[in-house]
T-cell receptor, first 117, second 111 residues
Framework: DAMVIQNPRYQVTQFGKPVTLSCSQTLNHNVMYWYQQKSSQAPKLLFHYYDKDFNNEADTPDNFQSRRPNTSFCFLDIRSPGLGDAAMYLC????????????????FGDGTRLSIL | AQKVTQAQTEISVVEKEDVTLDCVYETRDTTYYLFWYKQPPSGELVFLIRRNSFDEQNEISGRYSWNFQKSTSSFNFTITASQVVDSAVYFCALTGNQFYFGTGTSLTVIP
């Protein structure tokens, strides 16, 4: 089945130690998204790629970076994780959208739960 | 300013009861989209429905129905004859000049 796959399901890292989360998709969607979801809160969009075009949300900290080497893969890099970065990180994909803001249904992966020691 | 309000933080119902999840939104955009997503305990968000601002027709899909009313800026979601498998957090979302999730409603269906 076509899907969005996130690895690993659980990730533990140390305070200040860089960490990379990965996402792959078999849907061949043009758009890929990264969300941060803290406990009992709504997902918060960090950034998204429309093909190779990177779109950063205004309030996303500089500590968060992303790479999309090809259509299928997208990575979230946290350069110096702090305790406040412990969260579930969700990857999603969608078909192309018109206009400047994502408005297509999104397909989500199972998420990676990040813990900071 | 753009905003999505889901005033019901948690709801519990007994199986087979009907339940309505409220969603009220604010936007200055004339063109916008509204969504509902379901997040079961496993964590994966599942798309349920999308509505654009020009389409106020209500929709029914099996036990699910949606009532979109621009006059009250609401996009409510009703589950008829609820089942235990409906237990999840449900998010309403809005796209106008930015993409924004509401805070979610946690639904527990008691057998």
């Amino acid at each position: 089945d076509a899907m969005v796959i996130q690895n690993p399901r659980y990730q533990v890292t140390q305070f200040g130690k860089p960490v990379t989360l990965s996402c792959s998709q078999t849907l061949n969607h043009n758009v890929m998204y990264w969300y941060q979801q803290k406990s009992s809160q709504a997902p918060k969009l960090l950034f998204h790629y429309y093909d190779k075009d990177f779109n950063n949300e205004a309030d996303t900290p500089d500590n968060f970076q992303s790479r999309r080497p090809n259509t299928s893969f997208c990575f979230l890099d946290i350069r110096s994780p702090g305790l406040g970065d412990a969260a579930m990180y969700l990857c999603a994909t969608s078909r192309p959208y018109s206009g400047t803001v994502p408005n297509q249904p999104q397909h989500f992966g199972d998420g990676t739960r990040l813990s900071i020691l | 300013a753009q905003k999505v309000t889901q005033a019901q933080t948690e709801i519990s119902v007994v199986e087979k009861e009907d339940v309505t999840l409220d969603c009220v939104y604010e936007t200055r955009d004339t063109t916008y989209y509204l969504f509902w997503y379901k997040q079961p305990p496993s964590g994966e968000l599942v798309f349920l429905i999308r509505r654009n601002s020009f389409d106020e027709q209500n929709e029914i899909s099996g036990r699910y129905s949606w009532n979109f009313q621009k006059s009250t800026s609401s996009f409510n979601f009703t589950i008829t004859a609820s089942q235990v498998v409906d237990s999840a957090v449900y998010f309403c979302a809005l796209t106008g000049n930015q993409f924004y999730f509401g805070t979610g409603t946690s639904l527990t269906v008691i057998p």
